[in-house]
């Protein structure tokens, strides 16, 4: 199939990308490659990208055009030459902690730049629209696990209330233009080649160069991390679980809209969590205790029930193996930072 992956450079989209690209689809990718991190890392991604192709020897099912999501004559555009089989939406402006120091970044790309993407959907009369949500619009919410049938209407962080916009212009879309569109909340995803801003990166940093960490709440708060091969698996199975006007969340409507959690199903504390890390570089942190950041939850954790029965969803990395893969990458990706800062 042609499919169109956005923030084809970001963490998650560099690796659906890949999987895609072993299973011979034909992936156009576009990314802003803006600078909320070191643009160098996503430029990187799309090198290893390219030379991932060259040596499956598939260079032809890789296509990088550098586009931004609120450039509308430009996404119009590259829907109108491509018929595009299925949309893999993942670009988004990132993080709960900078929607407090920038919030019109995340009404530029989360709202506006959707909206993009869904009219051009309606356009072409795209055959699926899968797009990235978050485990943040559950808010506060108390009850554990969350469930997709759980009240939405109280998100905490700008970040949260864009991605849950992003749900209801979603269903909209589907309930107007006959559009099947399906929503993954994440859950706290981690990895190779994951995003610096990300506790495990930092930590991680930190750690290999004997600077303390912040562990907020004591270490207390607990998360459904989940391992990068796990979610991509997941959103391919999805890709291509076309929703009917009967497999909404929603009973009361006929739309063809879904929703799922994407989670690990299984939270750990965060002490877990660095002590995997701990183990994994084989160094011990140096803890700064802070109290609870605003816009954090306490826990977050995934029932994954219908993701996996409507699509076999089995996520099966715990987070010792997981981090280990990820710190082998880190040690590896940073060494040759430094390698070529050495030669600059």
Partial sequence: ?????????????????????????????????????????????????????????????????????????????????NNFDRVIHLAAQAGVRYSIENPKAYIDSNIVGFLNILESCRAQKTPHLVY????????????????????????????????????????????LFDIPTTGLRFFTVYGPWGRPDMAYFSFSKSICMGEPINVFNKGKMERDFTYIDDIV??????????????????????????????????PITLERFISSIESALEKKATKNELPMQPGDVPLTYADVDDLIKDVGFKPSTNIETGMAIFTDWYLKYSNREKSSDNEN
């Fill in 1 to 81: 199939m042609k499919i169109l992956v956005t923030g084809v450079a970001g963490f998650i989209g560099y690796h659906v990308t890949k999987k895609l690209i072993a299973e011979n689809h034909i992936v156009y990718g576009i990314d802003n490659l803006n600078d909320y991190y070191d643009p160098q890392l996503k430029k990187d991604r799309l090198t290893d990208l390219h030379l991932y192709c060259e040596k499956l020897q598939k260079s032809e099912n890789f296509k990088f055009e550098l586009m931004d999501l609120v450039d509308a004559p430009a996404i119009t555009s590259l829907f109108k030459e």
């Fill in 132 to 175: 990235a949500s978050s485990s943040s619009v559950y808010g506060m919410n108390s009850k554990i696990p969350f469930s997709t049938h759980d009240n939405t209407d109280n998100p905490i962080s700008l970040y949260a209330a864009t991605k849950k916009s992003n749900e209801l212009m979603a269903h909209s879309y589907s309930h």
């Fill in 233 to 266: 698996n997941g959103i391919v199975k999805v890709m291509d679980k076309i929703p009917t006007s009967q497999s909404t969340v929603n009973t009361n409507s006929p739309a063809r809209y879904k929703i799922y959690n994407i989670g690990n199903n299984n």
